[in-house]
């Protein structure tokens, strides 16, 4: 046996091009295993260590020594009371390990047979795992493979002498791919399964995007051209803002290659995926008419406060405005950070006709005046009584219909008007349900504008819709619509069984 373990590592070492050492620990730790396997002992420590000059082996079986307090599993501890019993002069302390010699272990030809399957095995995964490493040293991104097998997982995507999974909530919606197919993904992470590590694959994310451009526009990954936003719908659309730090340089153009040779390079290896090169520009209007490109925008109009932005458009370029299924807009908020909402031109008008009714009302209401001086307020822009009540006095001045006295007088009647609404706002909110106070997502902005609008319990806050809450809130659609379904949760929670059944 001894010559036979000595010609088995001196194979495996030369056929493997390892070192000799790799292979004698992978023999010990597979004998040991066999050795378990022959004594027909399962939790146990057993540890071979084999003579490097000799190829003779010794089998001894090890406890580790634990305290008292620790001692859980007798087939593998032992106390050092334990020890002394048997070897009353052990200088063995906490953490050492005691041993045993186990006597004529033969291992036979089945044993071998055995230990050299698992030593192969174990060969082979130090393989892998050194191929690994090597591959992450060249910290590559973006990767190119064949489609070796589907599972219910999703992809096997075989990468040189790798296997890297391509799960199926990263493929493109819709991409049929097939065994033998070449495919391009990005690198999404390495994840640990198991023992092993598994290269994890991706192609929706906006990042595999970015470095397929980069691959295609050397100015790019040179730096004359940025890619600032990336806004993707994998597999049906996508936009990129592209800026240049050389004014020489068109990163539009550049980007999309002479008769879009460059852009369609790209779009073919997404499956198809359409994509509009967008001109980045620090102005918000102007970013947003670029995103919403080839839409005619007419008109623009920002509340920074809400953050939202209405874009107003003929009737015509309406539907390629807002895209199929409302895609073309909703790529373009995402580009660009503002929320979109996509008006005609007679739709615009009543907004905003409905909006300074809405506000000329509450002019005449809170500052006491007629029609006529609200109005004017209305036209020269104002839309709050903090405004007329704290603008410097030579905005009010400049309006002609306007002399001192009644600049003077309607500063006045806003202000107490102001302080009048805060009494007001601070008497109701100690009726405010304490629910709504203490609402997930709530907060004092949020909670003084229902105020305002007389919302004071939980349920009448349940009963808004998204819409609704929106029309006077600075809320996104989504913070609008969570905080909505936050507020009825309590009415599906099961009624308390306290107190028994009816009678």
Known sequence: ????????????????????????????????????????????????????????????????????????TPSLEKTVEEIQE?????????????????????????????????????????????????????????????????????????????????????????????????????????????????????????????????MEVPEIEEGAIEIKEVARDPGMRAKIAVKSSDPRIDPQGTCIGVRGSRVNNVSDALNGERIDVVLWSPEPAQFIMNALSPTEVTRILIDEDKHSVDVVVEEDQLPIAIGRGGQNVRLASELTGWNLNILTVEEAEQVHQTQDEKIKEKFMQSLDVDEEIADILVQEGFISLEEIAYVPIEELLEIEEFDEDLVNDLRARARNAVLMQAIAIEEKLRDVDSNLKNLNGMNESLLKNLIDHDILTLDDFAELSALELREFTDLTSEQASQLILEARSHWFEEPSQEGGANE
């Open 1 to 72: 046996m001894s010559r036979e373990i000595l010609l088995l590592i001196n194979a495996l070492a030369s056929e493997k091009n390892v070192d000799s050492e790799t292979v004698f620990e992978a023999v010990e730790f597979a004998l040991a295993g066999a050795a378990r396997k022959k004594l027909g002992l399962d939790n146990v420590d057993i540890h071979v260590e084999i003579d490097r000059e000799t190829g003779n082996y010794d089998v001894t079986r090890r406890w580790l020594v634990v305290d008292d307090l620790d001692y859980t």
């Open 86 to 214: 048997t070897d009353p002069d052990t200088t063995l302390k906490e953490g050492d390990y005691y041993t045993e010699t186990v006597p004529d272990v033969d291992f036979g030809r089945i044993s071998a047979q055995t230990a050299k399957r698992i030593i192969l095995q174990r060969i082979r995964d130090a393989e892998k795992e050194q191929i690994l490493n090597e591959f992450l040293q060249r910290k590559e991104s973006l990767i190119s493979g064949t489609v070796k097998r589907m599972d219910r997982q999703g992809v096997i995507v075989e990468i040189g002498k790798l296997e890297a999974l391509l799960p199926r909530d990263q493929m493109i919606p819709r991409e049929n791919l097939r065994v033998g197919d070449r495919i391009r993904a990005y690198l999404l992470k390495i994840e640990q399964r198991g023992n092993r590590p598994e290269i994890i694959l991706t192609r929706t994310s906006k990042d595999f995007l970015i470095h397929l451009f980069e």
